[in-house]
């Protein structure tokens, strides 16, 4: 029913932890961004920033043709509202949800990917920018600390997918030089996530497809960190 275009990143993370909770049947469509498939034409005629994840949903609610969707924060609203699962269905919470969900896509995810850009990858050491970078992964780190304060998950009670968009961001904290024991309800949040059953299996998914491979080689650089408007070919 979903094909899911997925490489083993935060970002690809979020969709899986979806639908093993939801026990949806989906078949995985390898994109090996460090390949540099994410350009192929025929990956670009649905997913147009270049980027994975995408989904092609073949049984639409609408019983109409095919759906595809691109960006992870658009996955899973699309998704959540499709099988009305891990989204509150009353206006004041799903409005809740609906802002921590852009709080990960505006903040937590970029500025993690930055730290990660200049702390891990970046072929020069500037320390303004890691500092930038390392700083501001910290601060986000504590406002997420703050919300969980009193709250067994973002949204209150309930596991929803504001905190599968967070979560995988929060997996390489140790690379992103941030220590969980810092944020004492984080780290209880974080836990928590881990210790259920269909995150392990999404992530043992994951260890599956790029068993062996390389995330960043020298001429993966050239593809990851070299693009612009230019076409890039494959």
């Not at 899973?76 to 809740?96: E, M, S, V």
Request: a neutral charge; proline letters at 7%.
């Amino acid at each position: 029913m979903i094909d899911l275009y997925y490489w083993p990143t935060p970002n690809g993370h979020k969709i899986t932890l979806f639908l093993e909770e939801a026990g949806i049947p989906y078949t995985i469509k390898p994109v090996n961004i460090s390949k540099g498939e994410q350009f192929q034409p025929d990956f670009l005629k649905f997913s147009p920033n270049n980027r994975m994840p995408a989904i092609i949903d073949s049984e639409p609610a609408d019983g109409g043709e095919p759906i595809s969707v691109f960006e992870s924060g658009a996955i899973l609203l699309y998704l959540a509202d499709k099988y009305k699962k891990f989204i509150p269905q009353d206006l004041r919470g799903r409005t809740l949800c609906t802002e921590w969900v852009m709080w990960q896509m505006g903040g937590l995810g970029p500025m993690c990917g930055q730290n990660h850009h200049f702390s891990q990858y970046a072929p020069e050491k500037i320390p303004y920018a890691i500092n930038r970078y390392v700083n501001e992964t910290n601060r986000l780190y504590g406002v997420l600390n703050k919300r969980l304060d009193g709250r067994a998950f973002i949204c209150g009670d309930d596991y929803t997918i504001a905190d599968m968009m967070s979560y995988p961001w929060i997996v390489p904290h140790e690379r992103q030089g941030q220590k969980l024991e810092d944020f004492t309800h984080l780290k209880r949040w974080f836990d928590s996530i881990w210790a259920r059953p269909a995150t392990k299996v999404a992530y043992e998914k994951g260890k599956a497809i790029n068993q062996g491979v390389p995330t960043v080689t020298e001429e993966a650089r050239k593809v990851l960190f070299g693009q612009t408007a230019a076409v890039v070919k494959a």
